[in-house]
């Protein structure tokens, strides 16, 4: 597998009302995005609600999302979990589906006390997969565990074989553009934070894995197209769209904020599951009122117009 | 079931050499505890690792801790978990095995956003156990989640039928004395700072959950008895001895630490599980020595002797 | 100067109506703390706002309160600055006034970046008072340094002829307590969390400073005696009081709210100065009434008529 | 004033070996700074060790910068300090010499407990200087104090008359082009991280404020140059060597390292004063032989020779 190129959409977990999970809206979810110009999929993360869910669950999920894909664009599982003997369960059962890639955040009760503490974490897991490519998803402001990512490169390069990169979700755009460089580009540094895409792209990012990607992902197609095509003002405005969206999400509760979006465009998601509260109706109402005032939906159906593929 | 009065112990996990778990050893563990004079055993919490273990792991060693007390000390079962469908599970479990009470840290990937998120969370998990006294488990260095306690008791009474009290992890003792007394002394709050055991006492502790329990118990046991003596400078004396000895354990590494002090008593827990590191053979040397320096093993034998029951 | 028992209080500043400081009001304050049976007085410090005050004002209230108490109670002064430039003329002018001790927090912008950048920093203000005894202020939730204590205690007594201990305002007990018992006692450990003061007895607390003793000193001084006594039930009754004051304190933003409870019992304080903000009029009333409802006010005064002294 | 472009050096303080300041050395530091290519010079700030200084240093300094400058470049005069009072004398202080424009940090050690307080704190010392433009200084990785920068943005503008931006030192680029375009790009928002300029660019900076523009502002000014002729490779390039000499800052200690850089290059800062600590001589000899090794000061160099201008 080369490097990734383009969007990868944090997908949503799918309830049914009961709260069980919906494996038959993952289809019409998958098409969704494969129409919106996705590069590939990440399931089971944090807008996945991996850490939510059971074992058996996150199974049953990649194992529809592998089907309904189909291999027309990426898929990467998720398999971080507090124990590491069960993100060891779902490493195998993710290479055992084909998938193009796996990903962990780093066990998340107990905290790694060192970054080779940390290699040698996922190391532990990565070799239950080891012919799928292992994605580290660094993501401090969740898990409280904030490690030098260049030291973390230089011992996963020598401990991981399957090592290919870093989902890297933080704002320190330094240390992201240090990575993406270091060892001549070698690992594959896939960029995190949805409303700052359009300055990552600046220090070189190629790939970008996010959650308003799941319905906004013309939107950030054209930033792409736009930046590369040195239309910087439109590149900006498109970027500063999505800031307004996201600071209504965060208004609301990010997570639930999106799934209403979700909704609202007409995929519905379900309830939300504990410790996440479903926004009230009243609040989805305001939420989508707000991003329709802000001409959110309106300015991506017409980024998909100017879209030039 | 009444309030709990004195040590609960924090049991380790316990593996074999090949890092599965080892139950096998559970019934001495017990026989130690028991002989040690604790009032009950406390399991699959942070010390006994509940997050680093598999569902299936949890609900064996909560079978093997159940059949080796019969019913001689109290059985509290931690079912907390990053998913609370897999809590739910644990805690129906631990139900079906009659356990004296099961008990609960937040979810702690997802953080609730309010005390009212993280009760209606705690409820959820409670209900799969209703005839099982549940405890909420309030560790915020370790969970990120700090809670206002005594918003948290009022909620919780009115939303989880079988809610008895908390494990209170935190050295704010003016909170604690505050949830102590908390309408006329109503709920069970068990300290869980074990070298802060002393001062807790003097606000009115009744019950301890703890670590240093599992090998130092009659060192406490001891400091409870001098305190209702009135026997001040002893217990001062005592828990100094406790506070040096912990000092040991952060010095090295709190969990692999103590692991290595049960070793050198005799029961051997086995190899860490990651992301809990091993400590090296030397370190653990050192850590033994520095604590026969400090007189740490034959201040609790000598506990042992003194003690008047 | 032998170790200081009892309470000292941390005063607050007085301004005048156009915000200026005023100094007219100190004698008052002054005799009113010496009745309430106060140890001592600790000025400029946090509640003192020394921080918000210039340098010249700093020095005008140190005199001030020299000739008010005229040697009748300890005065302790605090120096602590973001310059220790600015530190040390504080320091010199405190000894030239002759007051009994002085005190600092660490430099607050920048952090000190060890135990020996901050010890050796405190060594350089302590050396513009040389003869005068200097205790270190530890705060470490208003000035984000935490440092080990112990490791501090060892290189002060190195480094810092004058130093006589630390004015200790955290929870964490155990290394309280540690602090009292390192070298045999032979430090000035006094403790400085009001609403955990008889925990802080029992494990050997003998001086406290503390902003609610200005105004609440007797209910303290009672709960020392019956701590003395044996009287525990009352002294974790008087506890509670304090506790459930302090909780209103916090609800409403701790230091304007004591300076409204000063001026309801008849010293006028003045305005707050800012980044501090003014209770508004109608939560002055709140603050009052929910206190009286607590039966505060009238616990204090039964304090007085029950001390035996 | 209109808003600022290019870069604002954030010159270090200067001490004679006996600790007091140095005045003699600033012509030649700002001859170096106008002959290296710097737009203005920010005396004072965080790097320039303001909060160390007393009062009389911090105008002394100002005052000879003013007359250094003789308004040949920007002069913009940092005022904060814990005690607002002392922020108003520096500011009007700052006025009276004629300087462009004046900088605050919130009070640091009470912090403001909402925005609005924060925003009556800065109006009350620009109050001081009503002719002055007043820039807010966001530093929240050394205040600790985190607001949101739009409502900020919102009550400043009604209640800070001589209100012109901020100085934004954190690395959320989402908020700082949220700022940037706030109100149709009302404001003059100064990014504060060296190490980010190159994707703060892509966002729309156009001033820049930052301690590494003292010795390197020929590379930055190249990536300023690069980026506005879209050569980004090259523009990349010289971002990661500014990383690079960053990594090798944080590995020193920032603010001491940078200080040795300068006096490699030729001016003599003097000692550093605590609680900062001069690095030991052997570990700057380490430091720049690893600045050359990483080619550091050869591509500053040629950086000026591949200036256009």
Same mark, same amino acid.
């Given at each position: 597998?080369?490097?990734?190129?383009?969007?990868?959409?944090?997908?949503?977990?799918?309830?049914?009302?009961?709260?069980?999970?919906?494996?038959?809206?993952?289809?019409?979810?998958?098409?969704?995005?494969?129409?919106?110009?996705?590069?590939?999929?990440?399931?089971?993360?944090?807008?996945?609600?991996?850490?939510?869910?059971?074992?058996?669950?996150?199974?049953?999920?990649?194992?529809?999302?592998?089907?309904?894909?189909?291999?027309?664009?990426?898929?990467?599982?998720?398999?971080?979990?507090?124990?590491?003997?069960?993100?060891?369960?779902?490493?195998?059962?993710?290479?055992?589906?084909?998938?193009?890639?796996?990903?962990?955040?780093?066990?998340?009760?107990?905290?790694?006390?060192?970054?080779?503490?940390?290699?040698?974490?996922?190391?532990?897991?990565?070799?239950?997969?080891?012919?799928?490519?292992?994605?580290?998803?660094?993501?401090?402001?969740?898990?409280?565990?904030?490690?030098?990512? *260049? /030291?973390?490169?230089?011992?996963?390069? +020598? !401990?991981?074989?399957?090592?290919?990169?870093? %989902?890297?979700?933080? #704002? =320190?755009?330094?240390?992201?553009?240090?990575?993406?460089?270091?060892?001549?580009?070698?690992?594959?540094?896939?960029?995190?934070?949805?409303?700052?895409?359009?300055?990552?792209?600046?220090?070189?990012?190629?790939?970008?894995?996010?959650?308003?990607?799941?319905?906004?992902?013309?939107?950030?197609?054209?930033?792409?197209?736009?930046?590369?095509?040195?239309?910087?003002?439109?590149?900006?405005?498109?970027?500063?769209?999505?800031?307004?969206?996201?600071?209504?999400?965060?208004?609301?509760?990010?997570?639930?904020?999106?799934?209403?979006?979700?909704?609202?465009?007409?995929?519905?998601?379900?309830?939300?599951?504990?410790?996440? *509260? /479903?926004?009230?109706?009243?609040?989805? +109402? !305001?939420?989508?009122?707000?991003?329709?005032? %802000?001409?959110?939906? #309106? =300015?991506?159906?017409?980024?998909?117009?100017?879209?030039?593929?």
């Amino acid at each position: 597998m080369k490097k990734i190129e383009g969007l990868i959409a944090a997908s949503f977990a799918a309830y049914k009302d009961n709260g069980e999970i919906n494996l038959d809206i993952i289809p019409e979810i998958v098409e969704n995005l494969i129409a919106d110009g996705l590069a590939g999929v990440f399931i089971c993360g944090t807008n996945g609600e991996g850490p939510n869910l059971t074992i058996e669950e996150r199974m049953a999920i990649a194992e529809a999302y592998v089907k309904a894909v189909n291999k027309r664009i990426i898929v990467m599982v998720h398999v971080g979990h507090s124990s590491i003997y069960e993100a060891k369960k779902l490493a195998a059962h993710a290479q055992g589906l084909g998938v193009d890639a796996i990903s962990s955040v780093s066990a998340f009760y107990f905290k790694p006390s060192s970054v080779k503490a940390l290699v040698i974490s996922m190391a532990e897991i990565a070799s239950a997969a080891p012919e799928t490519p292992f994605y580290y998803y660094n993501i401090p402001h969740l898990t409280g565990i904030s490690m030098d990512m *260049l /030291e973390f490169l230089n011992l996963a390069e +020598e !401990l991981i074989p399957s090592f290919r990169g870093v %989902k890297y979700t933080a #704002s =320190t755009l330094h240390e992201y553009e240090a990575c993406l460089n270091h060892k001549d580009g070698k690992f594959d540094i896939l960029f995190g934070f949805d409303e700052m895409l359009l300055p990552a792209l600046a220090v070189g990012a190629k790939g970008a894995v996010g959650s308003t990607y799941t319905f906004a992902a013309p939107l950030y197609n054209r930033i792409i197209e736009c930046f590369q095509n040195n239309q910087l003002k439109e590149a900006r405005d498109l970027q500063m769209m999505s800031i307004k969206m996201v600071q209504s999400l965060v208004k609301f509760a990010p997570i639930p904020a999106q799934r209403a979006i979700v909704g609202f465009k007409g995929i519905n998601l379900g309830p939300c599951r504990l410790p996440l *509260l /479903e926004l009230k109706a009243s609040d989805k +109402e !305001l939420l989508i009122e707000e991003l329709e005032k %802000k001409e959110f939906f #309106s =300015t991506v159906k017409d980024c998909i117009k100017n879209h030039s593929f």
